[in-house]
Structures are given as C-alpha cells and as structure tokens.
C-alpha cells in the first residue's frame, strides 16, 4: 500500500492504476485501497499545505492520478464508497475558471463525498436542482472574480425556497475567501480545497 500511496503522490497516474489492479489482484478490497491509499496520499498533501509548502500543480496532477484510480476501481455506472454524503459543486454564473472547483471535486471523492459536479458558469437554478435531486447535504462554490459575489448571495435563499433550509452552503475561490461568511450568506469561507473538505468532516460530526 505504501507504493501506491507514494505514486499518486507523485502524479504517476499509469503506476498508481498498475498498482491499484496489483493489489485487487492480491486480495486487497476496494474500499481498502481508497481508505488505505487514496485518502493517505490526499492526507499527506494535505499536511504540506499545512506548513506552507503548497504547490498548485501537485495538487493537481495528484488529484488527477487518484481520479484515474478511483475510476479504475469502481468504473461509470458503479458507485464508490460516499460515507461523508452527497455534495454539490460548482462555479457560479459569471465564472468560467473552474481549476478550484476541479481540485475540490478530487479532494472530496478522495475523502468519501458522492460529489456532483454542476460545471462553471453555472446558473443558481441548476445548482439548487441538484441539490434537490441528488439529497445533497451541503453546496460548495468556488469563485475566482469578485462579480459572482451576488450570485453567492443568492444561494442560501433559493435553496429555503425550495424546502431545503438544512442543506450547508460553502465557498472558496481566490474571491470569495476574502470574505466573512456573514458578507456571503454562506456558512462557511473556506482558505482551501482541504479546508473545506475539514469542515464538513466536522460539520457531518456535529450532525444530531
């Protein structure tokens, strides 16, 4: 498990697969290799975006590699382990940058999240309906340009219109994690991908 977990952390997408098919093959079960490798290999970047060693491009390429794996193990039409729940993401209309939402999408299907990804530039209609359909638990929003601040704000009221006061709303994105959560209507401003994904490990916690 040890290889696995350094080869995703490097990016090595062909190794990560090879080894993931060697280890099933060894008897090893899926949700082993995702407990015991995916999320450690998300863990260990995680901790060196902690003492400031961030890099944007590993993040990305070692998100990439743990998709490339998790689509291995449990190919289109299956369903891989989801114990946090269901979450939206997307960019809001006006945004077409969707680089921080991709690192999320990785980042929380690598720690358990059935995600849904709804696209950049998208409409808060759409982001609603989703939630409403897929009984998602929370909405994660990324956001690049100070303009889709209206949009943020529109979120948390479409949603009560539509019965589902109790889903969470978090943003992040180089624009929105200037501001208070207050200023979003939002519950949560996030610093990053791994601290959004922290608060909802939290926020699933304190759940009655």
């Known amino acids: 498990m040890d290889l696995l977990v350094q080869l995703l952390m490097e990016g090595d997408r062909t190794g990560a697969v090879a080894e993931a098919e060697r280890l099933v093959g060894a008897g090893y079960r899926k949700e082993e290799l995702v407990s015991g490798g995916l999320e450690v290999a998300m863990k260990g970047l995680d901790s060196k975006c902690t003492l ?3 890099n944007l491009l590993e993040i990305m390429v070692a998100g990439r590699a743990v998709m490339d794996v998790m689509k291995r193990l449990y190919p289109p039409g ?3 382990p989801a114990t946090g729940g269901t979450v939206v993401i997307a960019t809001p ?3 077409v940058h969707d680089l921080g939402k991709n690192i999320l ?4 299907t690598a720690n358990g999240y059935r ?4 696209g950049r530039d998208c409409p808060v209609a759409t982001i609603v309906e989703a939630a409403r359909e897929e009984g998602a638990r929370a ?3 990324s956001g690049l340009i100070t303009s889709v601040i209206p949009v943020v704000r529109q979120i948390r009221g479409s949603l009560a219109a539509r019965g589902l006061d109790g889903v ?5 994105g180089a624009a929105l994690k200037q501001a ?3 200023d979003l209507d939002v519950d949560y401003v996030c610093d990053s991908a791994f601290d959004a994904a922290h608060w909802l490990d939290a926020d699933r916690g304190a759940d009655p």
Not at 115 to 118: A, G, H, W
Not at 168 to 172: H, I, K, N
């Open 52 to 54: 400031e060693e961030f």
């Open 168 to 172: 969470r709303v978090v943003a992040g």
């Open 180 to 182: 208070v959560p207050a």
């Open 105 to 108: 999408r990785f980042i929380l």
């Open 93 to 95: 209309e006006g945004d």
């Open 78 to 80: 299956t369903n891989p």
């Open 115 to 118: 995600v849904v990804d709804c």
């Open 139 to 141: 909405v994660c929003v």
